[in-house]
């Protein structure tokens, strides 16, 4: 059950925490697209937004698996940190030289600010779905 709200938390962090301060970025002029895109994207048809929040759904589960467990300030910091280094690096790495982008300073310091509040949000939604990691196999 825990494996759900962790895709649930990653899910609506995105659309809530990753999208919002995408929102706050593109109404401050910093970044030339709008947030909550909806053209669709290559195989299926469905929603830019959709197809994101999506991945951030299974990013959720990785840094459930990665930091799950901690606790206190270690739990905070570390859903941030995990957050805004892993997708950020992916994205960078992988995701911009395959769709022919290129990544500069700024893509990435835009990336680390928007995953890493996105880790926050998936944060905060475990803790508001009151998600424990187990302790112990089977239990």
Do not use: C
């Amino acid at each position: 059950m825990v494996w759900i709200k962790a895709f649930f938390a990653g899910f609506i962090a995105t659309l809530i925490f990753h999208q919002g301060l995408f929102m706050v970025f593109f109404l401050a002029d910093m970044v030339p697209m709008a947030p909550f895109n909806l053209s669709p994207v290559p195989p299926l048809g469905v929603p830019s937004v959709l197809s994101l929040a999506f991945f951030g759904g299974l990013w959720g589960m990785l840094l459930w698996l990665l930091v799950g467990r901690l606790a206190g300030a270690k739990y905070w910091l570390g859903h941030v940190l995990v957050g805004a280094i892993g997708p950020t690096a992916v994205a960078m790495l992988v995701v911009f030289p395959l769709k022919g982008l290129e990544a500069s300073a700024q893509t990435w310091v835009g990336g680390l600010l928007l995953n890493g509040f996105w880790g926050l949000g998936v944060a905060v939604f475990m803790v508001v779905m009151d998600a424990r990691a187990q302790r112990t196999i089977g239990s």
